[in-house]
């Protein structure tokens, strides 16, 4: 079917502005790609997957101008011993990176291995954004896996002492960087990725991750504080039989965020928990979108999604379970909850359960509320004074979605950011 | 040292009198007990002196020590040494207990000019009151009465009051939902507390709790207003006869 005429216009505008990385084994897969954007067209407001996030500012063929931030918070996860991969909007800084070398893995920069044939990542690079095109297109994400020049490919063989850390710095004013990293888990490693930092003016970001049997990934990322800038990202997972997948994302700021995770659980008890935390002020979307399926027995999902918005702005969350016939004994939990902190601001939700076994767990909530003046009162009765009470039960709300952190001494580091949002805010 | 005169209030959504001119003067060292009827504006009087919102005081005063408490803030108001006990202890899902009790311990600090407890020396303190009522450590790692038995709830004001030491402290049916043995505990914890430089006020339905935390004043509430005032023997009074004969007296 032809696309509409505004569609393809805005699809060949942004396309002519791009060019595809010829040659190396990922070359096929990237003109398949192209191939998917094409027949799909990129989103426009019409859609119904971008029903409640206009992606304007991610489709055009520019990157609206963000300024980067200057700031005196100092680096998040510094305090850890860590394997640093630097980009300076979009660009590896070798300079500022670590070795990339560590027992238990293997790295690799996607720039630099095209004419490797790392059997693995050719198998992997593409397949998984194209098995998460149906039954909802996601042409930004095919879009990425085509144009992207770079991003990390990181094969877990072991058990690394330490987390691999991704620092995206942002600089120039218009930068509109792609990185499309691949990570394979073998059965039984297990290993800690960390991400941090706004990118650029526009990020686009795809993470491929396949997890094989037993295997073991957490994730923890934070995407920046820039006011302006606008991010695109998606997860892609598929988890074989007994493997884990716990990821947990920290929104603060930025004036667009859609956030994607699409999560197969392919073997039997595998695990996944995908949380995250968001908080945001005046022009500021934020949008979670997820899709998680159900393919095999006993297997566990989890969502904790929580915003806390003021001052108009948005919160969207649109998350759906998938429960295939025969997935068994399945246990999904999906929570998405906004704390309104003034009568501006506005939460958009769609939490979907679609269900064809007949003996499953799945169970959904979905809120938005204000802080609760009972228990503000409580806190204020007993000497706290009312902004500090407020930050309190704020911090206690995101609680919940910072616990999926299984790292103690993370989280720490991450809610002292928090705190520092809710502090600036005065 | 807490004075209230000719209090009014209203109920503020509801253009509801409840108190219709409380007057009640309770002096340093005392410990006073109110009691009355359901409805007669007992826990409204403690609920518009810590300063909770949704009442609106249409006439009269109320002053801890010559400050206006009316015109403070709750936090204000704690900081000036007032403390209620709740008769439904709020939980907080998602604060822990002990960072709870030290925000509120260094808050007040910090309002009275004091320096703010170490950690160290926090904890000690806590450690010490919390083992006197027999509240272990896991319920101190548990967030704000979440999960908490009703005596569990109770004992737990009682250590936030410990650790406040506040020199007006207002009990609210700290009774209501507690076992002999719970209320036994509450109330040791209660009288640990007394001292000539505080002064209790102790709401209640049952002269049980008065046998062990005994009064040295008694008051009748009645549709808003105190309507008889006297020694122990009042409760004891009140425990045989109900309040039908009180009430016709002064009717």
């Given at each position: 079917m032809a696309l509409p005429k505004i569609k393809e216009t805005a699809t060949e505008t942004r396309l002519a502005a791009l060019s595809l990385p010829e040659g190396g084994w990922s070359e096929p897969a990237r003109r398949a790609a192209l191939a998917r954007v094409q027949s799909s067209g990129l989103p426009d407001r019409r859609d119904e997957y971008w029903k409640f996030t206009r992606p304007d500012v991610l489709v055009g063929p520019d990157a609206p101008h963000a300024k980067a931030l200057e700031t005196?918070?100092?680096?998040?996860?510094?305090?850890f011993d860590r394997l640093k991969i630097v980009f300076v909007d979009g660009v590896f800084d070798a300079q500022a990176s670590d070795d990339l070398k560590l027992e238990g893995v293997s790295i690799e920069r996607l720039a630099e291995i095209a004419d490797q044939d790392i059997h693995w990542a050719r198998d992997l690079y593409g397949t998984l954004e194209e098995r998460a095109q149906t039954p909802v297109a996601r042409p930004l994400a095919a879009l990425n896996t085509a144009f992207a020049p770079d991003g990390v490919v990181i094969r877990v063989t072991g058990k690394p002492s330490k987390p691999i850390s991704v620092v995206y710095h942002h600089v120039a004013e218009d930068s509109d960087p792609m990185l499309h990293h691949v990570i394979r888990v073998e059965s039984g490693a297990e290993a800690t990725i960390l991400e941090n930092g706004p990118a650029g003016a526009r990020f686009s970001k795809c993470m491929e991750i396949d997890i094989a049997d037993g295997g073991k990934l957490h994730h923890i990322r934070s995407q920046g504080r820039d006011h302006e800038r606008s991010a695109v990202t998606h997860i892609f997972a598929r988890l074989g039989a007994e493997s884990s997948f716990k990821s947990f994302t920290m929104t603060v700021n930025g004036h667009l965020t859609r956030n994607e995770a699409v999560v197969e659980l392919?073997?039997?008890?595998a695990i996944v928990h995908i949380a995250g935390a968001c908080v945001g002020d005046g022009d500021f979307l934020h949008d979670d979108t997820i899709f998680i399926t159900h393919d095999a027995l006993n297997c566990e999902s989890r969502q904790v999604f929580k915003k806390v918005l003021r001052n108009g702005a948005v919160g969207v969350f649109q998350g759906k379970i998938l429960v295939k016939e025969g997935a068994q004994k399945t246990d999904g939990y999906q929570l998405s909850q906004a704390l309104m902190l003034d009568g501006d601001s506005q939460f958009l939700a769609k939490p979907e359960l679609e269900i064809y076994a007949d003996d499953v767990a799945c169970s959904h909530g979905c809120t938005s509320g204000e802080i609760d003046e009972t228990a503000l009162f409580y806190l204020r009765s007993r000497g706290v004074p009312e902004d500090r009470a407020a930050d309190l039960l704020t911090l206690a709300f995101l609680a919940e979605a910072v616990d999926e952190i299984e790292d103690q001494a993370i989280a720490e580091d991450i809610v002292s950011r928090l705190e520092n949002w809710l502090s600036r805010r005065r | 040292m807490l004075e209230i005169k000719d209090l009014h209030v209203e109920l503020a959504e509801e253009d509801?009198?409840?108190?219709?001119g409380v007057d009640l003067k309770i002096e340093a060292g005392k410990v006073h007990a109110i009691m009355g009827p359901n409805g007669s504006g007992k826990s409204t009087l403690a609920y518009v002196l810590s300063g909770r919102p949704g009442y609106e005081v249409k006439q009269g005063t109320a002053t801890l020590d010559g400050t206006d408490l009316l015109e403070l803030e709750p936090e204000e108001r704690a900081a000036a040494g007032l403390f209620q006990a709740f008769q439904y202890p709020v939980e907080i899902p998602g604060v822990g207990n002990m960072t709870f009790l030290r925000t509120a311990v260094n808050a007040q600090r910090k309002a009275r000019g004091q320096e703010e407890l170490s950690a160290a020396e926090f904890l000690k303190e806590v450690r010490a009151k919390a083992k006197d009522l027999e509240i272990d450590a896991e319920m101190l790692k548990?967030?704000?009465?979440?999960?908490?038995s009703g005596g569990e709830k109770k004992r737990n004001e009682i250590l936030q009051m410990a650790m406040l030491e506040p020199r007006m402290c207002m009990l609210d049916?700290?009774?209501?939902?507690?076992?002999v043995d719970a209320m036994k505990l509450v109330a040791t914890g209660v009288n640990a507390l007394r001292d000539e430089g505080r002064a209790f006020m102790v709401i209640t339905h049952y002269q049980r709790l008065l046998d062990h935390i005994k009064p040295d004043v008694v008051h009748i509430m009645a549709d808003g207003r105190i309507v008889k005032t006297g020694g122990p023997e009042l409760a004891l009074e009140v425990e045989h006869n109900g309040y039908a004969d009180i009430l016709a007296e002064v009717a």
């Open positions: 005196d918070e100092g680096e998040l996860f510094d305090s392919t073997g039997d008890d | 509801k009198a409840i108190l219709k548990r967030p704000v009465n979440v999960g908490f049916e700290t009774d209501s939902g507690l076992d």
